[in-house]
């Protein structure tokens, strides 16, 4: 079982997101596949997504899905990752301030349970904080 410990020692591994790059067609896919969605081809390379991205849109779910019946309301956004598309959940942000284009990170974040009662640790993404300038 992970523990939060074992999680925060590799968290600069474990928050590096990877995704495969089609060397037949180009299509980037996140999570990473062993094969191409696009084309089918095996021919694929493992590439390291930007641990930064911008959020292309965004829904926010008021109805508490299964396990989620604590985080609701829940922002599920659209994030690019210099090409990538990644489907994920953005946290510590109230869902009037989330906004289309609004840059965002990588985080780990504590996930729903499993089915077993385990809790694991996901990437999810967090916007980042914008400098005041002082004028």
């Known amino acids: 079982m992970t523990t939060i410990q074992r999680v925060w020692r590799f968290k600069e591994r474990i928050i590096e997101p990877k995704a495969i790059k089609c060397r037949k067609c180009g299509f980037i896919s996140y999570p990473p596949k062993a094969a191409c969605p696009r084309c089918g081809s095996r021919e694929i390379e493992f590439i390291k997504l930007p641990r930064k991205g911008k959020i292309i849109t965004f829904t926010v779910l008021r109805v508490p899905l299964r396990g989620f019946e604590d ?4 922002v599920i956004a659209l994030v690019d990752l210099g ?6 959940e ?3 942000i109230k869902p009037d301030e989330v906004e289309v284009g609004m840059e ?6 504590r996930g729903a349970k499993t089915i077993d009662g385990a809790t694991p640790y996901v ?3 967090r916007p980042i904080e914008r400098e005041s300038s002082s004028d």
Do not use: N, S, Y
């Open 71 to 74: 985080r609701v309301p829940l």
């Open 83 to 88: 090409g990538a598309r990644v489907l994920t």
């Open 90 to 92: 953005i946290i510590d």
């Open 104 to 109: 965002v990170e990588a985080v780990i974040d």
């Open 123 to 125: 990437i999810k993404f």
